[in-house]
């Protein structure tokens, strides 16, 4: 009697049948994060050049953001135990895509003023708050869709945050040359697209849903049955 084959790794760990909506969501991901980092990277320039905000006191803006980033994450944990993680991030993804829209504005409005000063912070609050909540909620979408390969897929939705944020500080430096409002812009599109991906990720289990088979009604006298 020969040896056993060798198991593979296939074989050992069955795919989950959700597993293949993995590459549209961590798209998403990463094109959300690129539409953050392309105005993050180069916040200090564009403060200073659309509310007067200068390098001694850009702190400020700074502390706003990782104020409303903490608080973001913390309310996304606990929304999540009560409502779909995909209603979670497509809100949050909205939100990012409102903020594009007032920042590509902003430059042609209050431009170098202490109301712009105002706004911007005002603005860049609502981001962090709402912004940051997206991560969270696609971390646990993956972990519904992967089963058993969880950890791989967590393990590649950091690296795709990591691309992420190299592409979208790569774009945002080829953005200022062509003044302020180029840098939400181009942002702008990157979330567009991270709501298009979102949406396919969507669309499979939305299927599933709708082909699963009603279970049949077993009549009342099999449900008295089943009483203990």
Do not use: K
């Given at each position: 009697?020969?040896?056993?084959?060798?198991?593979t790794?296939s074989?050992?760990?069955?795919?989950h049948?959700?597993?293949?909506?993995?590459?549209t969501?961590?798209?998403?991901?990463?094109?959300?994060?690129?539409?953050?980092?392309?105005?993050?990277?180069?916040?200090?320039?564009?403060?200073?050049?659309?509310?007067g905000?200068?390098?001694?006191?850009?702190?400020t803006?700074?502390?706003?953001?990782?104020?409303?980033?903490?608080?973001?994450?913390?309310?996304?944990?606990?929304?999540?135990d009560?409502?779909?993680?995909l209603?979670?991030?497509?809100?949050?993804?909205?939100?990012?895509?409102?903020?594009r829209?007032?920042?590509a504005?902003?430059?042609?409005?209050?431009?170098?003023?202490?109301?712009?000063?105002?706004?911007?912070?005002?603005?860049?609050a609502?981001?962090?708050?709402?912004?940051?909540?997206?991560?969270?909620?696609?971390?646990?979408?993956l972990?519904?869709?992967?089963?058993?390969?969880?950890?791989?897929?967590?393990?590649?939705?950091?690296?795709?945050?990591?691309?992420?944020?190299?592409?979208?500080?790569?774009?945002?430096?080829?953005?200022?040359?062509?003044?302020?409002?180029a840098?939400?812009?181009?942002?702008?599109?990157?979330?567009?697209?991270?709501?298009?991906?979102?949406?396919?990720?969507?669309?499979?289990?939305?299927?599933?849903?709708?082909?699963?088979?009603?279970t049949?009604?077993?009549?009342?006298?099999?449900?008295?049955?089943?009483?203990?």
């Amino acid at each position: 009697m020969g040896a056993p084959r060798p198991t593979t790794a296939s074989e050992a760990v069955p795919p989950h049948r959700g597993i293949r909506t993995v590459p549209t969501t961590l798209a998403a991901t990463a094109l959300s994060i690129c539409g953050v980092f392309v105005i993050y990277t180069y916040l200090a320039w564009f403060a200073d050049r659309t509310s007067g905000i200068h390098v001694s006191t850009v702190t400020t803006v700074y502390l706003i953001f990782g104020v409303g980033a903490v608080v973001s994450n913390m309310v996304a944990g606990r929304l999540i135990d009560r409502m779909p993680p995909l209603r979670i991030a497509a809100f949050s993804m909205a939100g990012l895509t409102v903020a594009r829209a007032v920042l590509a504005v902003l430059p042609g409005v209050v431009a170098r003023t202490p109301a712009g000063a105002v706004v911007l912070c005002l603005v860049v609050a609502g981001w962090s708050l709402v912004g940051w909540m997206f991560n969270p909620a696609q971390q646990q979408r993956l972990l519904t869709v992967a089963g058993p390969l969880g950890p791989v897929v967590l393990s590649l939705n950091a690296s795709t945050i990591y691309a992420g944020q190299a592409v979208g500080g790569g774009l945002g430096g080829l953005l200022p040359a062509h003044g302020p409002s180029a840098l939400p812009l181009g942002a702008l599109g990157c979330v567009l697209a991270a709501l298009v991906f979102l949406t396919l990720s969507a669309r499979p289990a939305r299927r599933r849903t709708a082909a699963a088979p009603a279970t049949p009604d077993p009549g009342p006298a099999a449900r008295v049955r089943q009483i203990p």
